[in-house]
């Protein structure tokens, strides 16, 4: 028997249909060996050596791999080829092959099919040992930064916060934009359209200034409506003549095929899917053999796959919908791991079975975005008119599709707008103008999909690191998402990020930060030793906090005296800062434990149950604001909805807002008020 050992048993059970009876496939869960938990677990006095353990969730299903192993006439280890999936590998031979005598292999594949599993098995390789330096450097200096900056945090803010290498910078990105929307002075500015018609086909359209004395306007050139009204005027009597007409055909490229963050941009985009979500999905269409890795920065595409496509675009679109060569992509990502296919449908001719409606619409996509990066490009008709008044020209602009090319497949918006066949010299007849006023806007709030965008961009984190990454800001009261699903830095989170800034610049440098991923890419190649990375990275590191514990107080950064007296025991109140914002506390802490919700989270209504607390926003432990009763415990009044200042008409309970409008807090009364 030969002992096939895998991550996940969704994955094994696939790959056990294609290797038959003489294979024994099982799964390691994942990791089976780690840093321990609540110590450092790093000898930083021995070249910084890790120290392993097998967790206790994982003892069980070790001692069944061991005994397997044992029976076992060779072991394979078929985890993934990222460096994660390598240092699995690395930790299963150590583990399993205690003596180093069973004969073990390693393979590796891009797609679970039954070709690719057999290649596999007839392609043995070593564990690649800078694949797992790689992954362990990132491991150690994660908990060095984790755990030697997590407690200054706690002892300096408040206790159980925590800082990482990628997501303080996440939180540093949400942050600064924040400061750049509250900072942001709007301009005002303002445009002129013309509204004409053609007077042979009476059709009519739209013309926008560009011109003034033959002079082009900018965008902003027009910025008052005093200056508006000036070309009103001017244009009072003005006479609307063609004279120039430009026709000309516009050609777009289909998009290349999906890398990990392009996935997870899309599915955010479309389908509104978390992050976390779709690398779920995508993992389980991936163990199933539907598609191809799904943690990828490579758009390399097999020949295999290209032909696949390309037989199946003629059979079913016709010739002209294929590009006419195999289209290869060229990856932009920093250290893209080019031996990496992009995810790609494992067999593009045939449509799956036994797919839910979520992985139905990933699987789709997948598809989709491969098979049309394949196709011809769709070319639309283009046409420009410019048009005379007095000294001012106005242009339209126009198009229509004219070949659908890869857009059959893989459609994404785009505007049609036809214009009448009009000739030079033509003159056309005058219906208005329309001046509007606008003003400029500040940059967007990050989404979870321009979020990932601009770590990627920046050389910030991996494939396998922007879920994770994602998550773990949000768990931590770092970040929330607003109404619009866009990011927002809570009060702590703010608090948080100066204080790093502030203190320990380099660790939330966006340009420190890449690099260390690019010297985690050197390490992966072969290029550089990682315990001197380490090393590099730690001493000046650990110099700068010793120094920081002496410097700052925490006083300074979570305590503020209000003047207040405690109702409790005389002392005086303070405003302190704990992991869901501000409150008031007794400053006889620990002996007096008094605290208060702050007014500004307070709404200026009465309790309806014991009638002396006020109603304030509360969040739970999982951050869903529900509003309570500020006497709370003595009083467990609690509504979800917002209530408002008035009472219903019908039972004389509290109105509370909605999104579909105003009802009742009674759940017994049925009085509403609909938008």
Same mark, same amino acid.
């Given at each position: 028997?030969?002992?096939?050992?895998?991550?996940?048993?969704?994955?094994?059970?696939?790959?056990?249909?294609?290797?038959?009876?003489?294979?024994?496939?099982?799964?390691?869960?994942?990791?089976?060996?780690?840093?321990?938990?609540?110590?450092?677990?790093?000898?930083?006095?021995?070249?910084?050596?890790?120290?392993?353990?097998?967790?206790?969730?994982?003892?069980?299903?070790?001692?069944?791999?061991?005994?397997?192993?044992?029976?076992?006439?060779?072991?394979?280890?078929?985890?993934?080829?990222?460096?994660?999936?390598?240092?699995?590998?690395?930790?299963?031979?150590?583990?399993?092959?205690?003596?180093?005598?069973? %004969?073990?292999?390693?393979?590796?594949?891009?797609?679970?099919?039954?070709?690719?599993?057999?290649?596999?098995?007839?392609? %043995?390789?070593?564990?690649?040992?800078?694949?797992?330096?790689?992954?362990?450097?990132?491991?150690?200096?994660?908990?060095?930064?984790?755990?030697?900056?997590?407690?200054?945090?706690?002892?300096?803010?408040?206790?159980?916060?925590?800082?990482?290498?990628?997501?303080?910078?996440?939180?540093?990105?949400?942050?600064?934009?924040?400061?750049?929307?509250?900072?942001?002075?709007?301009?005002?500015?303002?445009?002129?359209?013309?509204?004409?018609?053609?007077?042979? @086909?009476?059709?009519? +359209?739209?013309?926008?200034?560009?011109?003034?004395?033959?002079?082009? !306007?900018?965008?902003?050139?027009?910025?008052?409506?005093?200056?508006?009204?000036?070309?009103?005027?001017?244009?009072?009597?003005?006479?609307?003549?063609?004279?120039?007409?430009?026709?000309?055909?516009?050609?777009?490229?289909?998009?290349? %095929?999906?890398?990990?963050?392009?996935?997870?941009?899309?599915? @955010?985009?479309? +389908?509104?899917? %978390?992050?976390? +979500?779709?690398?779920?999905?995508?993992?389980?269409?991936?163990?199933?053999?539907?598609?191809?890795?799904?943690?990828?920065?490579?758009?390399?595409?097999?020949?295999?796959?290209?032909?696949?496509?390309?037989?199946?675009?003629?059979?079913?679109?016709?010739?002209?919908?294929?590009?006419?060569?195999?289209?290869?992509?060229?990856?932009?990502?920093?250290?893209?791991?080019?031996?990496?296919?992009?995810?790609?449908?494992?067999?593009?001719?045939?449509?799956?079975?036994?797919?839910?409606?979520?992985?139905?619409?990933?699987?789709?996509?997948?598809?989709?975005?491969?098979?049309?990066?394949?196709?011809?490009?769709?070319?639309?008709?283009?046409?420009?008119?410019?048009? @005379?008044?007095?000294?001012?020209?106005?242009?339209?602009?126009?198009?229509?599709?004219?070949?659908?090319?890869?857009?059959?497949?893989?459609?994404?918006?785009?505007?049609?707008?036809?214009?009448?066949?009009?000739?030079?010299?033509?003159?056309?007849?005058?219906?208005?103008?329309?001046?509007?006023?606008?003003?400029?806007?500040?940059?967007?709030?990050?989404?979870?999909?321009?979020?990932?965008?601009?770590?990627?961009?920046?050389?910030?984190?991996?494939?396998?690191?922007?879920?994770?990454?994602?998550?773990?800001?949000?768990?931590?009261?770092?970040?929330?998402?607003?109404?619009?699903?866009?990011?927002?830095?809570?009060?702590?989170?703010? !608090?948080?990020?100066?204080?790093?800034?502030?203190?320990?610049?380099? !660790?939330?440098?966006?340009?420190?930060?890449?690099?260390?991923?690019?010297?985690?890419?050197?390490?992966?190649?072969?290029?550089?030793?990682?315990?001197?990375?380490?090393?590099?990275?730690?001493?000046? +590191?650990?110099?700068?906090?010793?120094?920081?514990?002496?410097?700052?107080?925490?006083?300074?950064?979570?305590?503020?005296?209000?003047?207040?007296?405690?109702?409790?025991?005389?002392?005086?109140?303070?405003?302190?800062?704990?992991?869901?914002?501000?409150?008031?506390?007794?400053?006889?802490?620990?002996?007096?434990?008094?605290?208060?919700?702050?007014?500004?989270?307070?709404?200026?209504?009465?309790?309806?149950?014991?009638?002396?607390?006020?109603?304030?926003?509360?969040?739970?432990?999982?951050?869903?604001?529900?509003?309570?009763?500020?006497?709370?415990?003595?009083?467990?009044?609690?509504?979800?909805?917002?209530?408002?200042?008035?009472?219903?008409?019908?039972?004389? @309970?509290?109105?509370?807002?909605?999104?579909?409008?105003?009802?009742?807090?009674?759940?017994?009364?049925?009085?509403?008020?609909?938008?």
């Amino acid at each position: 028997m030969q002992l096939v050992v895998v991550e996940s048993p969704s994955k094994g059970n696939t790959i056990q249909k294609f290797l038959g009876p003489k294979y024994k496939v099982l799964s390691s869960y994942g990791h089976i060996r780690d840093l321990p938990k609540g110590e450092l677990g790093v000898d930083i006095e021995n070249n910084f050596k890790p120290k392993y353990v097998i967790p206790l969730k994982a003892r069980k299903n070790v001692n069944i791999l061991k005994k397997e192993a044992e029976k076992a006439e060779l072991l394979i280890l078929a985890t993934d080829e990222d460096r994660e999936g390598e240092a699995i590998a690395f930790h299963l031979d150590k583990i399993l092959n205690i003596d180093g005598k069973k %004969p073990c292999q390693r393979i590796v594949f891009h797609e679970i099919t039954k070709q690719a599993i057999e290649n596999a098995i007839k392609n %043995p390789r070593d564990i690649n040992k800078d694949l797992v330096d790689a992954q362990q450097a990132r491991r150690v200096l994660d908990r060095l930064v984790g755990y030697k900056l997590s407690p200054f945090l706690w002892k300096k803010v408040v206790r159980k916060l925590s800082a990482g290498r990628v997501q303080s910078v996440a939180v540093r990105l949400i942050c600064e934009r924040e400061k750049e929307i509250e900072n942001f002075i709007p301009q005002e500015y303002w445009s002129v359209e013309a509204k004409l018609q053609q007077t042979k @086909s009476q059709k009519e +359209f739209e013309a926008l200034l560009v011109k003034k004395n033959e002079k082009i !306007i900018p965008k902003l050139g027009i910025k008052t409506k005093k200056e508006t009204d000036e070309i009103v005027k001017d244009l009072k009597n003005a006479e609307y003549k063609v004279i120039n007409v430009a026709k000309k055909e516009i050609k777009r490229n289909p998009l290349p %095929p999906f890398t990990t963050s392009t996935l997870q941009q899309e599915a @955010s985009k479309r +389908f509104r899917f %978390p992050v976390k +979500f779709t690398m779920r999905i995508a993992q389980q269409l991936y163990e199933t053999g539907l598609i191809t890795y799904h943690r990828t920065d490579s758009l390399n595409l097999s020949d295999l796959s290209l032909f696949a496509a390309k037989k199946f675009i003629i059979e079913q679109y016709g010739e002209k919908y294929w590009a006419g060569f195999l289209k290869k992509y060229k990856t932009k990502s920093k250290g893209a791991q080019e031996a990496h296919e992009a995810i790609r449908p494992s067999y593009p001719d045939k449509k799956p079975k036994k797919l839910d409606d979520v992985q139905s619409k990933l699987y789709n996509l997948i598809w989709q975005r491969f098979i049309a990066s394949q196709m011809n490009q769709a070319v639309f008709d283009a046409t420009t008119i410019d048009i @005379s008044a007095e000294n001012y020209v106005f242009r339209a602009t126009g198009q229509i599709l004219k070949f659908d090319g890869f857009l059959k497949v893989y459609p994404i918006k785009y505007e049609e707008n036809e214009l009448p066949v009009l000739e030079n010299n033509e003159i056309l007849e005058f219906k208005k103008l329309i001046p509007s006023q606008h003003f400029t806007q500040p940059l967007p709030r990050y989404s979870e999909a321009l979020l990932i965008k601009t770590l990627e961009e920046n050389g910030i984190g991996r494939p396998s690191t922007y879920a994770p990454t994602i998550s773990t800001i949000q768990e931590r009261n770092y970040v929330q998402k607003n109404e619009n699903k866009k990011f927002e830095p809570t009060e702590i989170g703010i !608090i948080v990020d100066d204080l790093l800034v502030e203190h320990f610049p380099k !660790i939330v440098s966006l340009e420190f930060t890449a690099e260390m991923e690019e010297n985690l890419d050197k390490i992966a190649c072969g290029k550089k030793d990682w315990a001197l990375i380490i090393k590099e990275f730690y001493e000046p +590191f650990e110099k700068n906090l010793k120094q920081k514990y002496e410097e700052v107080e925490k006083k300074d950064i979570n305590e503020k005296p209000t003047g207040k007296t405690c109702a409790k025991c005389g002392a005086e109140m303070i405003i302190k800062l704990g992991r869901f914002g501000k409150f008031y506390a007794c400053s006889g802490f620990p002996k007096c434990k008094y605290t208060e919700s702050l007014k500004e989270n307070t709404l200026d209504i009465k309790c309806p149950k014991c009638k002396k607390g006020d109603i304030v926003e509360k969040r739970t432990k999982k951050r869903k604001i529900f509003y309570g009763c500020s006497n709370w415990p003595k009083c467990d009044f609690a509504l979800w909805d917002k209530p408002i200042n008035e009472k219903c008409e019908k039972c004389g @309970s509290l109105l509370v807002e909605t999104k579909k409008g105003v009802k009742c807090s009674n759940k017994e009364c049925d009085f509403k008020i609909e938008k």
